[in-house]
């Protein structure tokens, strides 16, 4: 089985960083994607960012370009989301999912980090 734990979600104000972490654990392989995706109040949940094994990097929605960066460790096991110029707009809640090698879809997901942009 797959563990997978994110952290660092918080309250900042708007203009504010957070970087948020996301440690796997398990039977993953070395080989695989992990992504971060949020849910907003009263939207559908979107895809923000993913990473592969090798390091090749989707950024999804315009809106995060140039303020979010995603990076990982693999001597950690551990995924990073480091959000800058954070909006209110940015609220969510923000999860963390792995895809394995091999499988069309993120298959092991955490139970999510609040994230709230407000003065």
């Known amino acids: 089985q797959v563990q997978v734990v994110e952290s660092g979600g918080g309250l900042v104000q708007p203009g504010g960083s957070l970087r948020l972490s996301c440690a796997t654990s398990?039977?993953?392989?070395?080989?695989?994607?992990t992504g971060w995706f949020r849910r907003a109040p009263g939207k559908e949940r979107e895809s923000v960012a993913t990473?592969?094994?090798?390091?090749?990097?989707?950024y999804y929605p315009d809106s995060v370009k140039g303020r979010f960066t995603i990076s990982r460790d693999n001597a950690e096991n551990t995924v990073y989301l480091q959000m800058n110029s954070l909006k209110a707009e940015d609220t969510a809640v923000y999860y963390c999912a792995v895809r394995l090698y091999g499988e069309p879809d993120f298959r092991f997901w955490g139970q999510g980090t609040q994230v709230t942009v407000s003065s």
């Open positions: 398990g039977r993953t392989g070395s080989t695989y994607t």
């Open positions: 990473i592969t094994w090798t390091g090749s990097i989707t």
